[in-house]
């Protein structure tokens, strides 16, 4: 598909941010094109949790729903692709994709999620998204009570013990090499009878994703039903750095409340531009950041 239109707005991503945002703007008529490379960052979750009315649903489902609801909206078409490049014109934008494909529109909205950086341990990437687990508040309800670990260290070892330790009190912090706890993080462990394991992590052994031992360099093993795991990402797209958009210190999109970014006409949604990585929280910023696109073009045009 080609399209020399210019259009209201292309949108980056089509997952649950980039459908939200697009139902926004189907809905106010504007011309919209969803770019999206097939590629979502949960693939491999077996249910998504913390979505009222879609609490437990397969997020493919979701997924295909939520796009068959927007494919409604006569203005709203889809683009299977990936943008490789885009730059600020007098207009608007212009964007260019894998497959040598250009469009244009004055308003854009990047929901092109993050790509999580795997550690290189046996195992790990098998079972993340199922029993290998990022969000207390999407996968911890599930794991409540159970043999739990906390693969982190120092500041992100504390917070997410401190949630987590309300769902299970069976729980073990995993530093993989020395731990950096201040001396009152180090007491406050100790208070809450959570033990801290500091050596180096060489396999996590599962059943279909399911974790079963956690086995470190001098083969000792350690049963656990459950790792929480903080993990670095990048961006998925380049496109928010090639047009200029600010970064937050952790490497977020920075957004104002109203999911704009520093360059003017374009918006950013879901986990690409938030710490709360939800189903839930895409869904919400996405639908903010296609009323605020379609509120600029109303005061450029009226």
Known sequence: MKDDRMLDVIIIGGS????????????SLRQVLIIDSGLP????????????????EKPSVIAKKAKEQVEKYATVKFQKGFVV???????????????????QSRKL????????????????????GISVIHCPYCHGYEFKTRKTAIMANGERAMHLASLVHNLSKDLTILT??????????????????????????????HKNGWVQQVIFNDDEEMAFDAVYAAVPFRQH???????????????YIMVDNFQK?????????????????????????????????NKELVDEQF
């Open 16 to 27: 649950y941010a980039g459908l939200s945002a697009a139902m926004a703007l189907g809905r």
């Open 41 to 56: 960052c949960n693939w491999q979750t077996p249910h998504s949790h913390n979505l009222i009315t879609q609490d437990g």
């Open 85 to 103: 490049s885009g730059v600020k014109t007098a207009e608007g934008f212009e964007l260019l994709t894998e497959n040598g494909e250009k469009y």
């Open 109 to 128: 909205i990047l929901a092109s999620g993050i790509e999580d950086i795997m550690p290189r341990i046996q195992g790990f990437a098998a079972c993340w």
């Open 176 to 205: 993989a090499g020395q731990a950096s706890f201040t001396k009152e993080q180090s007491d406050k462990l100790k208070t809450h009878g959570i033990a801290v394991v500091e050596k180096e992590i060489s396999k996590i052994q």
């Open 237 to 251: 797209a380049g496109i928010p750095v090639s047009l200029g958009c600010e970064l937050t210190e952790q490497g």
């Open 261 to 293: 970014t520093s360059v003017k006409g374009v918006f950013a949604c879901g986990d690409n531009s938030s710490m709360m990585r939800s189903v839930a929280n895409a869904v919400a910023t996405g639908n903010l950041a296609g009323a605020m696109a």
